[in-house]
């Protein structure tokens, strides 16, 4: 079936330091990619996106590349902040039927000043 | 600005109570769902509805139901049946018809706990 599976937490890092969260995918078919953040309390914000393979999605310093060939969406960022501090998802989403995602179970970052 | 508004922030359930969450949007989305997130844990699937006056079943939709009587709502009750409703509760929307490359967008959920 269709699954995202995503490096455990926590993961702790001090200011500064090169962030990445490991996302693979299995999925029938061409899915998008998604990775969300998640600031406590809240809801769920997207972060960056690809649709298709060899796609880069960057946003606030964060990157991640649509890899078909190892089914994977790594995401990375070169020098995190304490205000980084947060949850992860990796997700991804398709047509069966109706658009569903499925997200992975999340990463929690904790960034020390 | 445009947005998904959850209410309340916290409930609280007494034994043998059915409760609703509600959820609105005023995004203009034909799509909504309802994912229940527990600690630790990933996003599961409640229901979802495409379209006004239709939804569908997800993954863990025994113990819930929902109705859809107009685009912006869609509201979820917890029913005495669902036997460990503590959770957060997340509702999200996309525009339908747009492909799968459309990212959700969510409220701020309610935290559900039992008395």
């Known amino acids: 079936g269709n699954s995202v599976t995503q490096m455990e937490g926590p993961v702790t890092l001090s200011e500064e330091a090169f962030l990445t969260i490991n996302c693979t995918y299995t999925?029938?078919?061409?899915?998008?990619l998604f990775w969300y953040v998640q600031y406590p309390g809240e809801g769920l914000q997207l972060l960056l996106k690809?649709?298709?393979?060899?796609d880069k999605g960057s946003n606030k310093g964060f990157e991640a590349t649509y890899r078909k060939e190892t089914t994977s969406f790594h995401l990375e960022k070169g020098s995190v902040q304490v205000s980084d501090s947060a949850v992860y998802f990796c997700?991804?989403?398709?047509?069966?039927?109706?658009?569903?995602?499925?997200f992975g179970a999340g990463t929690r970052l904790f960034v020390k000043a | 600005d445009g947005g998904i508004t959850q209410s309340p922030k916290y409930l609280f359930r007494k034994e043998g109570q059915n409760v609703t969450l509600s959820c609105e949007q005023n995004?203009?989305?034909?799509?909504m769902y309802w994912y229940r997130q527990d600690p630790g844990q990933g996003l599961r699937l409640i229901y979802y509805?495409?379209?006004?006056?239709?939804?569908q079943k997800g993954d863990i939709a025994e113990g819930y139901s929902v109705s859809r009587e107009k685009k912006e709502s869609f509201p979820l009750t917890v029913t005495s049946a669902q036997k460990n409703p503590t959770a957060f509760y997340l509702c999200?929307?996309?525009?339908?018809?747009?492909?799968?490359?459309?990212?959700?967008?969510f409220g701020d959920g309610t935290r559900l706990s039992i008395l």
């Open positions: 999200a929307s996309t525009p339908r018809g747009q492909g799968s490359n459309q990212p959700q967008h």
């Open positions: 999925a029938t078919g061409y899915p998008s």
């Open positions: 690809a649709t298709k393979a060899d």
């Open positions: 997700a991804l989403s398709l047509n069966t039927g109706g658009f569903k995602t499925i």
């Open positions: 995004l203009n989305h034909d799509a």
């Open positions: 509805s495409q379209i006004v006056n239709d939804f």
